[in-house]
């Protein structure tokens, strides 16, 4: 049986703002106010972890103990099946120093080169931890293809490039509500709530 969410206050451990921003939005209407690690001005540990939820919970474990509230930490990536699922767990790095999303998309661009393979899949592991330490994992995939030039405004990291299965418009196409009921993310959430907010 998961551990139960009871408190009123949560903290998202990124420092990511568009992670930040779709995280808060599954939690909208549920009476709990969410700061952000960012907000707190808690470092981003280094993520030493071989495993999205590896570092999910690392980075969960560092925020919980650094406010002394219970946190909740997202690690996700694409993973693109003929780059034997690079970037993963690394999927943020190809960004660079400076986050730049447009760079790592071309990079996945080149990488693939003439290949017709554009299966890829988004992977979501979120952890949820309590300040003793404590921590609940919970994963959700959503299978897709890749497409370039990349297209929408939407979203935000790699969504622009991927088109999820039986739909024909990348994630930065949709509206957030949509993308939000079909997302990686949203899987690992429905889990997560199921789990550790009571949900049935």
């Given at each position: 049986m998961a551990r139960q969410f009871s408190g009123s206050k949560l903290v998202i451990a990124s420092h990511n703002a568009g992670k930040v921003k779709?995280?808060?939005e599954l939690l909208e209407g549920r009476g709990i106010a969410v700061?952000?690690?960012g907000d707190l001005g808690l470092p981003e540990p280094e993520e030493t972890g071989e495993?999205?939820?590896?570092?999910?919970?690392?980075?969960?474990?560092?925020?919980?103990?650094?406010?002394?509230l219970p946190a909740l930490a997202d690690d996700s990536g694409l993973c693109v099946t003929s780059l034997e699922n690079a970037p993963g767990i690394h999927s943020a790095r190809w960004a660079g120093p400076n986050r730049d999303f447009s760079y790592?998309?071309?990079?996945?661009?080149i990488a693939l080169g003439d290949s017709a393979?554009?299966?890829?899949h988004f992977v979501c592991a979120l952890a949820l931890a309590w300040p003793d330490g404590h921590c609940e994992i919970l994963?959700?995939?959503?299978?897709?293809?890749?497409?370039f030039p990349p297209r929408g405004e939407k979203g935000f990291g790699y969504?622009?490039?991927?088109?999820?299965?039986?739909?024909s418009r990348t994630f930065a196409e949709m509206e957030p509500a949509e993308k939000h009921a079909m997302s990686h993310r949203?899987?690992?959430?429905?889990?997560?709530l199921d789990a550790c907010f009571g949900e049935k």
């Open positions: 779709e995280i808060a700061v952000s690690a495993t999205f939820a590896e570092n999910a919970a690392l980075k969960a474990r560092a925020a919980a103990e650094g406010a002394g790592a998309m071309e990079r996945i661009r393979d554009r299966e890829a994963e959700g995939r959503v299978d897709g293809q890749l497409t969504d622009p490039i991927f088109v999820p299965v039986g739909d949203a899987r690992a959430f429905r889990k997560l």
